[in-house]
């Protein structure tokens, strides 16, 4: 009875070894199942993925992508025998990333269309495939500009002037990078940068036939040192009036007003020889009568009379002699007995 015990104890003991080793058979078994079934994938699936991606990138780009991906693992895994579907996978990808960037971008998700762009420049370099290369190169340029825009809206004017930088650099001859750079450096005080970016403009413009934007450089570039004139005029400050107003001539000089203003500062500031030469310009631009152009004509003789030079004074305050000024020019002409 007691050998009868241990024989039904060690008989317990076999059939429980009996149980885990089927178990572990069993285990083993999966094991090996699943790893058969991960590398099992043939070069059908590869191109079943391709297809996929290849059928549904425009309406659905994210799909896609992960179907065009997958293809490509797949064909890598495979080797040789799946080439073609690895090739035809990585031409495909850049565009996808395109697309999607293209869908971020109606989405109004600019930060999502700058990354896919660039996975689209990165991928396309790297399987080589020019045409989206190009396509982003153009689209790049435009996304930062565009980018820049709501940074200004924003009155982020360092985050702005950052992306039309980035614009320009992509692209040298974008006009309106360079417009936006010029107010976004307004904005933020730098007035050198302002007018390197105001001047370039200009000069891309004028290569470019580009009338349009050269015309808005000038328009703003002048508007700007007029401004800081008539600040500089209202503090008394005669020197800064005239570097200020010679500079807004670079912008348009054939400002009949300009001319008259500089004449009237380098006047008052008793710079005889600049107050005829910029009078003289001024008659050269003025469109009127006798009597609107005797302001000028004023000046001058004041300036040629402050330097003892009477001949060229009395004719000029006989043209002065009109309308407001002439009871002063009469007088001067009196004085000086001109003849």
């Keep these: 009875m007691i050998f009868l015990g241990k024989l039904n104890n060690h008989n317990k003991t076999i059939s429980i070894m009996r149980g885990k080793f089927f178990k572990l058979l069993l285990v083993s078994g999966i094991v090996s199942l699943s790893g058969f079934t991960a590398f099992s994938q043939t070069v059908n699936d590869a191109i079943q993925a391709f297809n996929n991606a290849a059928t549904t990138y425009k309406q659905d780009p994210e799909g896609a992508l992960k179907s065009a991906l997958q293809a490509l693992e797949i064909a890598e895994q495979i080797g040789e025998e799946a080439i073609e579907s690895k090739i035809n996978a990585q031409n495909l990808i850049p565009t996808i990333y395109f697309e999607l960037a293209m869908a971020k971008y109606k989405a109004n998700n600019l930060q999502a269309t700058l990354n896919n762009l660039e996975k689209a420049e990165q991928t396309a370099v790297k399987y080589d495939v020019g045409t989206i290369k190009t396509r982003v190169e153009k689209t790049l340029p435009k996304l930062y500009n565009v980018m820049g825009n709501n940074k200004f809206k924003e009155n982020k004017f360092e985050e702005a002037l950052s992306n039309f930088e980035k614009a320009i650099n992509l692209n040298p001859s974008f006009a309106d990078s360079y ?161």
């Design 179 to 339: 417009l936006g750079a010029a107010l976004s450096a307004e904005k933020l005080g730098n007035e050198a940068k302002m007018v390197e970016y105001l001047d370039k403009m200009i000069e891309i413009g004028t290569k470019n036939n580009d009338a349009a934007n050269v015309k808005k450089a000038k328009t703003k570039g002048k508007a700007y040192f007029l401004k800081k004139a008539d600040a500089a005029r209202n503090a008394n400050k005669l020197n800064d009036v005239v570097t200020y107003l010679d500079a807004a001539l670079k912008y348009d000089g054939d400002d009949y007003e300009i001319y008259r203003l500089m004449t009237i500062n380098y006047s008052k500031l008793e710079r005889w020889n600049d107050a005829i030469t910029y009078g003289n310009k001024a008659l050269e631009l003025v469109k009127g009568t006798a009597e609107e152009k005797a302001e000028i004509y004023f000046l001058i003789a004041t300036a040629y009379h402050k330097q003892n030079n009477i001949k060229e004074a009395c004719n000029a305050y006989k043209n002065a002699a009109f309308g407001n000024f002439k009871p002063n020019a009469d007088y001067q002409i009196q004085q000086l007995k001109c003849q």
